[in-house]
């Protein structure tokens, strides 16, 4: 069975922290790894990682993917209280099915 | 540009009523259509996908269906709620640029 599996569930720090999200894989077929950020409603789509070793940024916000581990984390620096939301990781197969971790909940209290 | 539209975008129906949540998609042509559903403070579920029209694959068993009548419509359906089925449903289908799986703005329903 396919699985995702994303830690912490749960992670409150204090603006300006670097926090550090966890994303672990078991799947066949694997096509890419995939970061999205949900606030209230549908989620965003931050990046996406096929290669291993290559680190995406955008702004804040960084991942990197190692596939012979089969893991991937996301890392935000200087957090701000926008950057509270839920975090999930999902794994791209490769019948264009996706496969979503329980996500993380990120609280950055001021 | 392609977008995605569901609707609507609250509900709050009775145990036993039924359900009909529509998705449409604009902008592409035979795209791979989704439905998940997410509980609260969880993860996305895949419920359905579907790659044409009138080919539908179900990922979890449960009292709902999916139907795909038109290229660029899909539908979830329910003959009889039950309570489990409250929660934040989504369509979503895969757009090409970027190259991501995009998200409609979802259904929020509550089964009471």
């Known amino acids: 069975e396919d699985k995702v599996v994303q830690s912490p569930l749960s992670l409150v720090v204090h603006e300006g922290d670097t926090v550090t999200l966890n994303c672990s894989y078991e799947?066949?077929?694997?096509?890419?790894l995939l970061w999205y950020k949900q606030e209230k409603k549908a989620p965003t789509f931050l990046f996406m990682l096929?290669?291993?070793?290559i680190e995406k940024k955008s702004g804040r916000l960084s991942s990197i993917l190692d596939k012979k581990e089969l893991f991937s984390i996301l890392n935000i620096t200087a957090t701000q209280t926008g950057d509270s939301a839920i975090y999930l990781c999902?794994?791209?197969?490769?019948?264009?099915?996706?496969?979503f971790g329980q996500g993380t909940r990120l609280t950055i209290n001021p | 540009s392609q977008t995605i539209h569901q609707w609507p975008a609250t509900l709050v129906q009775p145990v036993g009523s039924p359900l009909s949540l529509e998705c449409t998609v604009e902008g592409t042509s035979n795209p791979n259509l989704y439905w998940y559903r997410q509980a609260a403070g969880r993860g996305l579920q895949l419920l359905f996908y579907s790659v044409g029209i009138g080919q539908i694959s179900s990922e979890v068993p449960q009292n709902l269906s999916a139907s795909r009548p038109q290229d660029r419509q899909f539908i979830l359906s329910s003959k009889k709620l039950l309570l489990s089925d409250s929660g934040f449903y989504l369509c979503?289908?895969?757009?090409?640029?970027?190259?991501?799986?995009?998200f409609g703005p979802g259904t929020r329903l509550t089964v009471t």
């Open positions: 799947v066949t077929n694997f096509r890419s």
């Open positions: 999902a794994v791209l197969l490769g019948a264009q099915k996706l496969v």
């Open positions: 096929t290669s291993s070793g």
């Open positions: 979503a289908f895969f757009r090409d640029r970027p190259y991501e799986q995009y």
